[in-house]
């Protein structure tokens, strides 16, 4: 069984460009989350796919989007990129929602905005 | 919205020595309380959970947790620590929908030999 694999590992940008964050689930988990990790700051609920669609959201904005696909990989785009988007991001997979069970974390993308 | 307080953000102790990282979250509905660790140059994962059932709870490498209801808290403790429980400890809430999840600021447990 593989683990939560997550592409690119790091990743620099420029500010009002756009990106797209990918995820790999392990087999048979139906549900993804994604975190926002700012340096020195614990994780940040972005939202959480279940079944291909968005069940869950924390409080980012609607530039902030995700999508899920039936091979277990799913992905996250931020638009007009800004200079407090750098970060760490996670993704998690769990086999039920984010907040009944156990999530399994990837390494995460680190990225830059300048 | 809820919140989740982890009052100490650095604790060091000394190898052998018991130790309790304190997280209190902030809710007036019912919720499943999480401890995830991260240790250096990996990924995090689950420690223990608190879904329903007897409040106090066990998970790996010894840790436990009590759920305490009525101060809305969830300490993490373990009666001896070892070098390798040196990490980055989060405490986590959710609502029992399961659709939001909250993170604390994190511990940094050094464990000094």
């Known amino acids: 069984e593989t683990g939560v694999t997550q592409s690119p590992t790091h990743l620099i940008k420029t500010r009002g460009q756009q990106v797209t964050l990918r995820c790999s689930s392990q087999?048979?988990?139906?549900?993804v989350s994604w975190y926002q990790q700012a340096l020195g700051q614990g994780p940040q609920f972005i939202f959480q796919?279940?079944?291909?669609?968005?069940?869950g959201r924390g409080n980012f904005p609607p530039r902030f989007s995700g999508l899920q696909f039936p091979n277990y990989s799913s992905e996250l785009n931020v638009n007009a990129l800004e200079l407090d988007d750098s970060a760490l991001y996670l993704c998690?997979?769990?086999?039920?929602?984010?907040?009944?069970?156990?999530?399994?974390f990837g390494p995460g993308t680190r990225l830059t905005v300048t | 919205a809820q919140s989740v307080t982890q009052l100490d953000s650095q604790v060091p102790v000394f190898e052998e020595a018991p130790v309790e990282l304190r997280c209190n979250y902030s809710s007036s509905v019912s919720v499943y309380l999480f401890w995830y660790v991260q240790y250096p140059n990996q990924g995090l994962q689950l420690l223990l959970k608190y879904l329903s059932g007897s409040t106090l709870v066990k998970g790996i490498n010894g840790f436990e947790a009590e759920f305490n209801k009525s101060q809305t808290s969830f300490h993490l403790r373990k009666p001896s620590v070892h070098i390798s429980d040196t990490a980055e400890y989060f405490c986590a809430v959710s609502d029992r929908g399961g659709n939001q999840f909250y993170f604390g600021t994190g511990t940094s447990l050094t464990v000094i030999p």
């Open positions: 796919y279940y079944r291909e669609e968005e069940n």
């Open positions: 087999s048979g988990h139906n549900t």
């Open positions: 998690a997979s769990s086999t039920g929602l984010a907040g009944e069970g156990e999530q399994y």
